[in-house]
């Protein structure tokens, strides 16, 4: 199983990004789709996940701002983040639950500048 993660780059504060993670390879029906993030000398962070029948949750510090979405004929999932803030810059990972165990994609960096 193979992620790949785009959409990262440097954005202003306030403004918005949108993540990508397609999953391809031998896939046994994806649970969950997400994003964790992690920033310098912090923990880990998941930021959203959702399942394939579209329920999603999100981390109380992205809630109202971020959406996350996925195209579960492309095994694609999405990630708008609204309104980013300078706490918001990290490495963000996506990663997937399926069938056979979790997977995690490389890292795409968010910058966000004041």
Known sequence: VQLQASGGGLVQAGGSLRLSCAASGTIFSIK???WYRQAPGK???EVAGITGDGFATYADSVKGRFTISRDNAKNTAYLQMNSLKLEDAAVYYCFIVEGR???WGQGTLVTVSS
Request: hydrophobic residues 20%; neutral net charge.
């Open 43 to 45: 923990q880990r962070e």
């Open 101 to 103: 165990g979790s997977h």
């Open 32 to 34: 969950v789709m997400g």
